[in-house]
């Protein structure tokens, strides 16, 4: 037995690929690039850089500026792409603006030729057409600034060495420096991090404390030497803070607290001279708080040269700090020519379960979603289950056992009429007449709970729950039962026909036994199977209903998630709902067997 | 001349023997008249209209240019009709003398009307050959009512159209509203609304006579689409085996893996809704359980020795499977599709229920009932889509009954 599950746990690694592959296909149906389509053809980005941050960070969270099958960027040369689109991050729109006629001259010169091809390759929408177009020069321009953007921005850190290098080059000329310092912007996001995340990790401490450390070098000097009396205060009130377990009081705490600027030497030693993981943690907010650029990244484009110069080597710091990052060995870019693609980090994230964070501005993560909407939805299920069989085999059994009388022929006739009843209807004509007072107001719709329901103690709280979930559950049934009942009852005919039932009523087997014992067992057993049949159709199903009464459950999440385009939400609902389906196919084969001496674990089980 | 009998004869038979199932063929030819004759039925253009000395004949234009593609293909049907029926008959009397059975001349004389639509159709979307509609943009129920004595018109029984709104006190009405004679802005105002109106004002018996055409439409042709679909991958999976079948097996247990409903949703959601999408989808995800039918029975049919024989004479794997194979291995393809039907009519109201159906101006039976959860007092909008959605579905499911027991050889009694 064992062996046969084994075999059928591995036949399902196929399978899953297959399912990944499907979700991935489903994924890709989406329609282009949400960026680019705002950007639209007046090529002006209605966007304000938050947002779009925002949005670049959720496109790199999904991997969405990846190849989608292979990654070739690694082997791309960068060095003339990065050179141009420096050139034109380093102008304004009506600088932008003034050079397009030479890009549309006749004889053009090489470096212009140059320049037209990478602008064709970004696939401007009707550059060709428009190149010739003095009218519209200006739009074009506003396009052509936009686009090189998101260029870079897809770019992303494969450009970074060659943008480096434009920087440390002596012969650069100012222009072209400010440029690729703005084109560094748009690639990296966050090069230095200067606080923890939410859960702050030992492993985070070697990049917090580099950024901090070189802002500390350049502003020593402009901190006068602190207190000793305010220096006893502050401890004290350091140990409060760091003593705080509730992040929220925390940051109560630190808005009340009355610090200036003169205060910051002390959080700084305090970061950077050693100390506990709460401590620098708390450290690094404070210093935050006051310095909220600590290490200058971006420049204007009228900037000095000893602006450039500055910021230049910020960069530069950051570039050497993270080599390995952005000078790959050969044999880490072949492999990322195959695993940094967005098919890859799919099958990774979906292999590990680890789904991510929703595209919502909420930003939650899909497991706790998930999770709280199985939470809901699987109570129902179950119950429906449930019922299911309660009702629907012993309605089976006096069917078959009444055939052609009058009570077989109205259960058969009522169980017909329901399995051509859709649940949303039964639903929709549920909440009608139950729920909105025509005629009755029986039920309540539109939620789980009543209001007040967490107080009561459990038997009153379940009694509650039970009022509020009983048509939801009878609407998940109907179908099933209706399809089970119809089953069960042809099924015990096919059985009550056969030699050994007439043999044990010609032993003189009362008739109450010969049908609960002797071909029910037998009946019951393709009932068995008909569970994994039902459980893909109530997961489908559950959308109408959970959409109908307002749960909070997985249908309804597969509902919100595709109509806001949740991406990394439907694909995990995918993705669990193949799984358990898969599972359950499993369970009821292994349930067939336990019951059915005739079938065992030999021979070709594995189909 | 007699014909000797066929497995399909012995099916037909079989399938009259059960009456409910014959009552249901029969109940299914008033919803497909329904949806054929539907702007005899309900229509607010006039069937003729004077103009001074002019007559005009906007209905009949008005077949030639609809909105939607399915509305064309049904009023061809419509306009086909008369010339069918007079040829049918006479053909039918012939095919008796001849002594074919009901079955078989029934089937060829669908197929006929099946074909001579599809030849319309074609004929008609000609720009040369189609009438011209010069009155798109007139309103004949404004203009009538503006100048009641000069001009008149005749409309069909129920002289409201599927996509007419009227947004001055008629929303949300319950049956039987009649706009009172003095709030008359238009010359069908004062025409009791049969079953209500919804939110925009429109005659919602109206839009469930034009959504009986969508609805039937999307089960027809989805199923068509995973049954070909279906015959022809689960066909080269048993005839092949190896690896094709290892292959086309493991795609079927894949797509089967998922919840269906949930998949179209899925995939109609993220490609956008409409009619045509809602048709494909469904053809694309429903395919697999006919593909499995299918391939058991080839891997039946494979051994046997009209097979063998057939191989014998050198013919291609093409013509062994759809000539020799494919044919003697439908039917349980066959029986699993008027539930196909079904299912299909009620995906479409489901999806459309949820918003992701039929695009709101166009009439079906689930816009109707999306109308009807929005607000649970307008009875009407729920219960009248319902029966709709409810009786065709009964309808279908007891034709597959009917059809499952009538090619169930155990159940087969003696003739």
Redesign the interface.
């Known amino acids: 037995m064992w062996t046969y599950i084994i075999r059928r746990l591995l036949l399902m690694i196929?399978?899953l690929f297959?399912?990944t592959v499907?979700s991935f296909c489903?994924m890709q149906?989406?329609p282009g690039d949400p960026l680019m389509m705002q950007l639209g053809a007046g090529g002006s980005a209605g966007q304000s850089t938050q947002t779009r941050e925002a949005f670049l960070i959720q496109k790199r969270d999904l991997k969405l500026d990846k190849p989608l099958l292979l990654n070739r960027n690694y082997f791309r040369d960068y060095t003339e792409p990065v050179r141009i689109a420096a050139h034109y991050l380093s102008l304004s729109v009506e600088e932008i603006r003034a050079e397009i006629p030479a890009l549309a001259q006749a004889n053009p010169t090489a470096e212009d030729v140059a320049r037209r091809e990478f602008l064709r390759s970004l696939k401007i929408p009707e550059f060709d057409s428009s190149l010739p177009d003095a009218d519209q020069y200006e739009s074009l321009a506003r396009k052509i600034q936009a686009w090189v953007q998101v260029d870079c921005e897809d770019t992303g850190l494969n450009g970074v060495p060659e943008a480096i290098a434009l920087l440390k080059r002596s012969d650069t000329p100012l222009r072209e420096r400010i440029g690729a310092i703005r084109c560094l912007n748009r690639m990296v996001i966050d090069p230095f991090v200067f606080t923890y995340s939410s859960q702050p990790r030992e492993a985070e401490t070697p990049r917090v404390v580099s950024g901090w450390k070189e802002w500390w070098l350049k502003n020593e000097k402009t901190f006068p030497p602190l207190d000793p009396d305010r220096k006893e205060i502050l401890e004290q009130q350091f140990a409060t803070l760091v003593a705080e377990p509730d992040r929220g009081v925390l940051f109560e705490k630190l808005q009340e607290a009355s610090y200036d600027r003169d205060d910051l030497p002390f959080f700084a030693h305090k970061l950077l001279d050693g100390g506990t993981l709460p401590e620098r943690f708390v450290a690094s907010i404070v210093l935050k708080l006051f310095v909220s650029v600590p290490l200058k990244l971006d420049v204007p484009l009228d900037a000095s040269a000893a602006e450039v110069a500055d910021v230049a080597a910020n960069w530069k710091l950051h570039y050497d700090s993270q080599q390995a990052e952005y000078r790959p060995s050969l044999t880490t870019r072949c492999l990322r020519l195959f695993t940094d693609t967005q098919y890859a980090h799919m099958v990774t994230r979906l292999a590990t379960f680890n789904f991510g964070r929703s595209t919502l501005a909420t930003r939650e993560p899909v497991s706790e979603r998930l999770w709280s909407a199985v939470k809901v939805s699987a109570p129902l299920m179950i119950a429906a289950q449930i019922l299911i069989y309660l009702i629907a085999v012993p309605l089976g059994v006096i069917c078959a056992v009444r055939r052609g009388r009058l009570a077989d022929n109205l259960i058969s006739l009522v169980l017909?009429?329901l399995?051509?009843?859709?649940s949303?209807?039964a639903g929709?004509?549920f909440?009608?007449t139950l729920?909105?007072g025509?005629p009755f107001k029986v039920f309540p719709a539109m939620s789980l709970h009543s209001e007040g329901a967490d107080d009561l103690s459990w038997v009153p709280w379940l009694a509650d729950y039970a009022w509020h979930t009983v048509l939801p559950i009878v609407c998940l049934s109907l179908f099933s039962l209706a399809g089970l009942a119809m089953y069960s009852r042809s099924s015990l005919l096919d059985v009550i026909s056969q030699d050994y039932v007439r043999t044990a009523r010609a032993k003189g087997v009362r008739e109450v036994f010969v049908i609960l014992k002797h071909a029910l067992r037998n009946g019951l057993i393709p009932i068995i199977t008909l569970f994994s049949s039902f459980l893909?159709?109530m997961?489908?199903?559950s959308?109408?209903v959970e959409?109908?009464f307002g749960i909070p459950g997985m249908g309804r999440l597969?509902?919100v998630s595709?109509?806001q385009?949740d991406f990394p939400t439907?694909m995990a609902?995918?993705y669990v709902?193949?799984i358990v389906?898969?599972f359950s196919i499993l369970l009821s084969d292994l349930l067939y067997v336990a019951a059915d001496p005739r079938i065992s674990f030999g021979g070709k089980g594995a189909g | 001349m007699t014909q000797h009998e066929t497995y399909w004869d012995i099916v037909w038979q079989q399938f009259r023997k059960n009456r409910l199932a014959s009552w249901a063929v029969r109940a299914l030819t008033p919803v497909v008249a329904i949806a054929i004759c539907a702007p005899l039925i309900c229509s607010n253009q006039p069937l003729v209209f004077d103009e001074g000395p002019q007559r005009l004949y906007p209905w009949f234009r008005g077949l030639f240019h609809t909105a939607e593609p399915v509305d064309y293909l049904f009023n061809m049907a419509l306009i086909g009709f008369p010339v069918w029926a007079v040829a049918a008959l006479i053909q039918n009397r012939r095919w008796k003398a001849r002594g074919a059975s009901v079955g078989r001349r029934w089937w060829w004389l669908s197929l006929q009307y099946v074909g001579l639509t599809a030849v319309l159709a074609t004929a008609f979307s000609v720009p040369v050959l189609r009438p011209r509609n010069v009155y798109a943009s007139r309103t004949f129920t404004q203009e009538q009512f503006a100048s009641a004595q000069t001009k008149h018109g005749i409309y069909v029984l129920i002289p409201f159209g599927p996509i007419e709104q009227d947004l001055f006190g008629c929303e949300n009405r319950p049956p039987l509203f009649r706009k009172p004679a003095a709030e008359w802005r238009e010359s069908n105002d004062g025409f009791p609304h049969l079953i209500g109106t919804d939110n925009a004002g429109r005659d919602v018996f109206t839009r469930l006579v034009y959504g009986t055409r969508i609805s039937i439409t999307v089960g027809i042709v989805a199923v068509g689409i995973y049954l070909t679909i279906g015959c022809v991958l689960g066909s080269l999976a048993g005839y092949f085996g190896g690896f094709v079948d290892i292959l086309i097996s493991?795609?079927i247990?894949?797509?089967?893996?998922?919840?269906?409903?949930?998949?179209i949703?899925?995939?109609v959601?993220?490609?956008g809704p409409s009619i045509y999408i809602i048709m494909v989808v469904i053809g694309l995800t429903g395919w697999p359980s006919i593909a499995r039918l299918i391939r058991g029975e080839v891997l039946k049919q494979r051994a046997a020795d009209y097979v063998s024989a057939a191989q014998a004479l050198g013919f291609t794997h093409a013509r062994i499977v759809f000539r020799h194979i494919l044919p003697n291995s439908l039917a349980p393809a066959l029986v699993a599709a008027p539930f196909g039907i079904?299912n299909a009519i009620?995906t479409e109201?489901?999806l459309s229920?949820?918003?992701?159906g039929v695009r709101p101006p166009t009439p079906s039976w689930g816009n109707v009932?999306r109308l009807?959860?929005e607000n649970?007092?307008l009875?009407w909008l729920?219960?009248a889509p319902?029966l709709g959605?409810?009786f065709t579905?009964?309808v279908f499911?007891?034709i597959g009954?009917g059809l499952r027991d009538a090619m169930d050889p155990r159940l087969r009694s003696t003739r």
């Open positions: 196929p399978t297959g399912v499907v489903i149906l989406a017909f009429m399995y051509s009843l859709p949303f209807i929709m004509l909440l009608m729920c909105f025509k893909p159709a997961l489908g199903g959308v109408l959409f109908l597969s509902w595709i109509e385009k439907l609902l995918i709902d193949a389906v898969m | 493991r795609v247990e894949i797509v089967l893996l998922f919840p269906a409903f949930f998949l949703l899925t995939l959601g993220l490609i079904a009620i109201a489901g229920l949820l918003g992701f009932l009807g959860s649970y007092s009875v729920v219960i319902s959605i409810f579905v009964t499911n007891l009954n």
